[in-house]
């Protein structure tokens, strides 16, 4: 059984919401304010697990999560789910026809089908609602305001399909 500390569970989560990124120990460790060899380490200990994937492009090692690997994809709807904020404002009732909710501070991103229109009203939240083709469509063009969602956010409903979403972007990369 596989068990992740709380640095790995950074690491991993920060792989998750950055996946338009080339991201190298270095980068990571810069980020995250880790060591290089702490890094190393987690991602050393990771890909042996086959939940992330290293790529050799030029001099440069790139990092990313391994979708291909059903533990890995497990593992990224897990960590699209932590926060340590309270979520007192919003029922999972209120957000039922969406097919995934991303809670970013006040803003609450609901990501309907492409038929679904959805008419959602929380107070001191504003409310963006797009449809699963059109957050696809901006996350591939690195659209900074909807990364941040994914980057900043709290999945608070459809986990398994903001995964998807981001494997489909990853394969349009």
């Known amino acids: 059984m596989l068990s992740l500390s709380d640095n790995e569970f950074s690491?991993?989560?920060f792989l998750v919401r950055n996946f338009t990124e080339r991201?190298?120990?270095r980068n990571i460790a810069q980020r995250l304010g880790f060591s290089p060899a702490g890094v190393f380490n987690i991602l050393k200990k990771l890909e042996k697990n086959g939940i992330v994937a290293g790529q050799k492009f030029g001099?440069?090692?790139f990092y990313q999560v391994n979708f291909e690997?059903?533990?890995?994809?497990?593992l990224a709807q897990v960590v699209l789910l932590h926060t340590d904020e309270k979520l007192e404002k919003i029922s999972v009732?209120?957000?039922?026809?969406?097919k995934a909710a991303i809670l970013d501070k006040k803003s609450l991103l609901l990501i309907t089908d492409n038929m679904t229109t959805l008419e959602v009203l929380?107070?001191?939240i504003e409310v963006i609602a797009k449809s699963e083709d059109e957050v696809t469509a901006l996350w591939r063009k690195k659209s900074q305001e909807l990364l941040q969602f994914l980057k900043r956010?709290?999945?608070l409903l459809g986990e398994?399909?903001?995964?998807?979403?981001?494997?489909s972007c990853i394969s349009g990369f």
């Open 11 to 13: 690491v991993l989560n």
């Open 153 to 155: 956010g709290t999945v």
């Open 93 to 98: 009732e209120q957000l039922k026809q969406a």
């Open 160 to 167: 398994e399909k903001v995964v998807e979403m981001i494997k």
């Open 69 to 74: 690997s059903r533990i890995a994809e497990h």
């Open 59 to 61: 001099t440069g090692l």
């Open 23 to 25: 991201l190298t120990i």
């Open 122 to 124: 929380i107070p001191g």
